[in-house]
């Protein structure tokens, strides 16, 4: 088999393909067995019948025809392997010949395919970057936040007769019109004032109402038949409450921990505040990695491939192709579709490999995310076409982590960081699974590992270096044991509403779905549609916990 590539612009080439009459030959007699066993010529026994006798019957051109659609992808997939070009999404195939169909049997298939291809991507030598992460520096103020939000957590509401005030939670009316229609209505929503999970404009129509008194304000609707329009909204708030916290004494201490004291529940608090901020330097660490390699190369996007994914989005939209949202969203999918292509790059460079086990984690992660059995979404995930996406998602991931370990990392005063209870080490990569379990043995049975169960975590976050990339947060020692009485305002919360106006959906917030605050896995331009957008505010309110 003979094959030529021909660069058409800089991310589309043209392959042509020369098959030979012999190289051809096998999917011929496969393509005569297969249609003898269809059908019938009297003397003969299906699947016995000559291949001249067939010739008479149907037509070698149909012989010819069934034996080129079964073999042009395997003359593909050689061609693209031989040529050592990376295609993106599918070709463009055009058969230009094919094998005499009348006479002495002979001649050869030809046909030319177009697809996209991954530009070249330079990357820079990463011994030779340096990335520059916060210090690690807790304030008293983070600990009397993390303090509060603990005593939320044993709170309660109580009623107030005075005007709203924000962070209080309020009992709402709502309901939007659009000329004379109403669009939507709820009725009953707990909401916090300030938590901005509603429409633009609720909070300002809200404070400094008293309760049972009506306010109208104006918001444009994100979504449903009257996206982009301005609705009338009409807001009455039932019911004024704020929370009532307990006092931060050494009682609240044994009752919210495993301390006697509120000193050293404060102290604990540190360590957590510290450890946090810790890990969130990984986080940020590799973030700054990224942004410097965007900003130290410079490469075309394959329009067509952009043009698919734009496709796709609208699809699970419901929009039709010419749907103006789609130029709203290409500068985005354009660029995930860049950093996806550029951490690709990395992992080849690297050598990033995927191995089962990491895999198998990442689609249980997902399908407990999903609520799903991991049974079920794996098989979901394997009769879409979305294994091959993950795994991609993975070595992107893996990459990132891996690149963190060459570049140098320093802190705001050129001290050195190390992150490798974060992101692995080469040693531990090279040790295999049995060195790294050895390793976690090891510390477990040391004196620092006794007094602290948590670095048995930290090592098994290390090991994995899908789960290096996005940093998880250190763990530290559990701050509130007990478990507090369900107040007013988480019963509240709780309390089902109809949607209302949604802030805008974009494939931006397709892109970081999978995002939470344990996993920030690079984000992907074509692993997963974009969910449609929402026709409704969000109208469940969330408690301040």
Known sequence: MKS?????????????????????????????????????????????????????????????????????????SQAVAESDIKPLGQPSINVTEIPAVTGKPGGQLVFEAEVDVRPEITLPALDGLEVTVDDVEVAD??????????????????????????????VIDLSAKVGDEEVDSVSGVSYQIG???????????????????????????????????????????????????????????????????????????????????????????????LEKLREATDFPVPAGVVDAEIKRHLEAEGKAEDDPHGEEVREEVTDLLREQLLLDTLAEQLEVGVTQNELLEFLVRNAQQYGMEPNQFIQAA????????????????????????????????????????????????AAGPEGAAAAEAAEAGSPESAESPESADSAESADSADEAAAPKKAPAKKAAAKKPAKDDAAEESEAPAKKTAAKKASAKETAAEEQTASEAPAKKATAKKAPAKKAATKAKADDAE
Do not use: C, W
């Open 141 to 170: 103020e983070d600990v009397e936040e993390r303090l509060t939000a603990l005593r939320e957590r044993f709170g309660s509401l109580v009623g107030v007769e005075r005007p709203i005030q924000d962070g209080d939670f309020v």
């Open 195 to 289: 938590a901005g999970n509603m429409l633009d404009g609720l909070d300002e129509a809200l404070i400094g109402a008293s309760a049972d008194e009506t306010k109208t304000f104006t918001a444009a609707l994100a979504g449903g038949e009257h996206a982009g329009e301005d609705a009338d909204v009409t807001v009455t708030a039932t019911a004024v409450k704020e929370r009532d916290l307990p006092a931060a004494d050494d009682e609240f201490a044994q009752l919210a921990s495993e301390f006697d004291t509120i000193d050293e529940l404060r102290a604990d608090l540190r360590t957590q505040v510290s450890n946090d901020k810790a890990a969130n330097r990984a986080v940020q660490a590799r973030d700054v990695l």
């Open 4 to 76: 030529a590539v021909e660069n058409l612009e800089p991310t589309r080439v043209k392959l042509t393909v020369e098959v030979s009459y012999d190289e051809l030959k096998p999917s011929l007699d496969h393509a005569y067995s297969h249609i003898g066993e269809q059908v019938n010529v009297p003397g003969f026994r299906k699947g016995k019948v000559p291949p001249r006798i067939l010739d008479q019957r149907v037509g070698r051109g149909a012989v010819i025809e069934h034996a080129v659609n079964d073999s042009l992808s395997g003359f593909y």
């Open 382 to 429: 394997a009769q879409t076409g979305q294994i091959g996406a993950f795994t991609g998602e993975i070595a992107r991931n893996k990459a990132l982590a891996v690149a963190l370990r060459q570049v140098s990392v320093k802190d705001n005063e050129g001290n050195a960081v190390d992150l490798s209870e974060y992101i692995g080490s080469d040693e531990l990569d």
